[in-house]
């Protein structure tokens, strides 16, 4: 079975400050690992994805993600955010083409 | 620009009423899934189709909930009757089965279901 846990359920963070949302994952078989973003009243936006190859991904809105497998995480960082970014954001993981394994979500709030 | 699209967007109903729920996956998805996010329980998966045909609903309420794919293009869900404790944003995303990027899910924008 697989598991997602997000270390921190809110994130408070002054503008132009870098960010790091936490995300730890268990699973006794090979994942694809995303970070999906919700904006308020809004669907989920994928931010990016590890699928394979390079550990170190890269998504849109500047975000970046590291997979880390001897560590089982997959934390999400930001060198400098915006307003803009305040939202709440989602660490999953899948098998091939099966069902999304969610965590409880990280609320980060940019404050200015 | 591809899109799920998730009808409708806000429901309000009284408890005891059918609720119906529709999404259109993107064209060429092979895969539909319906997930519920309430506050207390985050992002779950209801349901699950591939190719129309039923995979996984184990986190379906069976008694009150059904969820088909009539056709490739509609999928619907279905409560009924509803209750206080269905309201909930629910979710529809697509995506196909296979190696990447085909198994990436996009995500509808949901729809917003009070219960009165």
């Known amino acids: 079975a697989q598991s997602v846990t997000q270390l921190d359920s809110q994130v408070p963070v002054f503008e132009e400050a870098p960010v790091e949302l936490r995300c730890n994952y268990s699973s006794s078989v090979s994942v694809y690992l995303f970070w999906y973003v919700q904006y308020p009243n809004q669907g989920l936006q994928l931010l990016l994805k590890y699928l394979s190859g390079s550990t170190l991904v890269k998504g849109i809105n500047g975000f970046e993600a590291e997979f880390n497998k001897s560590q089982t995480s997959f934390h999400l960082r930001k060198p400098s955010v915006h307003i803009s970014d305040t939202a709440e954001y989602f660490c999953a993981v899948s098998r091939q083409g099966g069902k999304l394994i969610f965590g409880q979500g990280t609320e980060l709030s940019v404050k200015p | 620009d591809a899109r799920v699209t998730q009808t409708p967007r806000h429901k309000v109903t009284e408890m005891g009423q059918e609720v119906t729920m529709r999404c259109q996956p993107i064209?060429?998805?092979?895969?539909v899934f319906w997930y519920r996010q309430t506050m207390m329980q985050g992002l779950e998966l209801l349901a699950y189709?591939?190719?129309?045909?039923?995979?996984?609903d184990s986190g379906m309420p069976k008694d009150r909930f059904s969820a088909e794919m009539p056709d490739a293009t509609l999928a619907t869900l279905k409560i009924q009757p509803s209750e206080p404790r269905d309201s909930a944003v629910y979710f529809c995303?697509?995506?196909?089965?296979?190696?990447?990027?085909?198994?990436?899910?996009?995500f509808g924008a949901g729809t917003r279901l009070s219960v009165l």
């Open positions: 995303a697509s995506g196909s089965r296979g190696p990447p990027p085909k198994n990436i899910q996009y």
């Open positions: 189709f591939r190719n129309r045909a039923p995979l996984d």
């Open positions: 064209l060429g998805h092979n895969t």
